[in-house]
């Protein structure tokens, strides 16, 4: 593998952990990330290699998005998955789970509930 293959695909991997932690951290799915992250001007500096900022940590380029165009933030809605009452409700499904009050049925076993 070339340098520019080489490059090319660091790159790739830098704006998939690029946008991954901007949908963890806005709360946001991973489609509005990418459009805000390809909408940047981050995205282009990265692409074109400018001042060498494609070898900073995914994190820190991220939260620099964050700070220098938050324009293209205020844009994004929030992923309903992360509702606080969602996630309220994933919690006590959880607490359940772990104090063993679940009951297990097949496919097979629910149709013959409901078929009586």
């Not at 998955?81 to 499904?93: A, D, G, I, K, V």
């Not at 607490?95 to 009050?101: A, C, P, V």
């Amino acid at each position: 593998m070339d340098e520019t293959a080489l490059e090319k695909v660091y790159q790739e991997n830098l704006e998939e952990r690029i946008i991954s932690y901007l949908a963890k951290q806005l709360k946001i799915t991973l489609e509005s990330a990418m459009d805000i992250y390809y909408r940047s001007h981050l995205a282009n500096k990265i692409h074109q290699g400018t001042e060498g900022i494609q070898y900073l940590d995914y994190q820190v380029l991220a939260e620099i998005l964050c700070e220098t165009e938050k324009d293209l933030l205020s844009a994004s809605e929030p992923d309903p998955f992360y509702s606080e009452e969602n996630m309220e409700w994933l919690r006590q499904s959880a607490r359940e789970i772990e104090e063993g009050q679940v009951v297990t049925k097949t496919i097979d076993e629910l149709q013959a509930m409901v078929d009586g």
